[in-house]
DNA sequence: TGTATTATCTTGCAATGCAAGATAGTTTAC
DNA sequence: GTAAACTATCTTGCATTGCAAGATAATACA
């Protein structure tokens, strides 16, 4: 799959993902491919700093979980700004979608 | 609209206006709001770039036009690898569409 | 001991939309 | 007649961001 068609569409995938339940990193590499059919996928270089960005922004909220057994993990969670955020995103997706739909289906047609 | 969502789409808009006749560089940015219901923009420091680029690639050919009034005009006709080019960026879209709908419509559903 | 797996993080590159400005001819208004 | 607005193409440089590649570290397994 195209990079650049993932270009802007990356956090709208993660404040899906988490609104859902808390995750960590390395489980949404997974989600993504699982949750798409397979269609879409992203790599960890490309995750950890978009979920920088996000909780910079306020959108989501890590915490550290150290198991007796295994590495540590780093969940994340939605915030109410988050919530608010994913909602701006999946709209301006759908219309900017909405948009090259009608160019596609138009062809020429009028 | 978000200049991110549009990365690696302004080729696929493109060519499907190529597709529907021939058109020059400063007409194909009204075009394209007008096809798209208003819902998309491309500034034409963007869309010559993007000819070029296209041109380069043997996807389209460009033929001047120069009126006994008004100013230059260069036209662009879409090639037969054009329309194969169009044929697979509106499968990859569709597919990446697909996908994130996918997650999108999930929401934790399942 | 060595390889594979889980898990997080960083550096630097490549691609590209676009703001801003340049150029130039045409048309319209005063 | 001349200033402003419009049509039309083109260029430079910046900002954003996905990702390859590599680093680190703990655990599991052969």
Do not use: C, N, Q
Not at 16 to 21: E, H, I, K, M, Y
Not at 28 to 40: D, F
Not at 51 to 58: I, P, S, T
């Amino acid at each position: 799959m195209s990079r650049e068609l993932k270009r802007g569409t990356i956090e709208l995938v993660l404040l899906t993902l988490l609104a859902d339940r808390e995750r960590y990193g390395y489980e949404i590499v997974s989600a993504i491919a699982e949750w798409s059919g397979g269609r879409l996928e992203v790599r960890d270089g490309t995750l950890y700093p978009v979920l920088y960005r996000l909780e910079e922004g306020g959108f989501i909220e890590p915490r550290w979980e150290t198991p007796e057994r295994g590495v540590p993990r780093k969940y994340y969670r939605i915030t109410e700004a988050g919530k608010a955020e994913l909602d701006r995103l999946a709209a301006e997706w759908r219309e900017f979608a909405a948009g090259l739909e009608a160019i596609l289906d138009r062809k020429g047609g009028a």
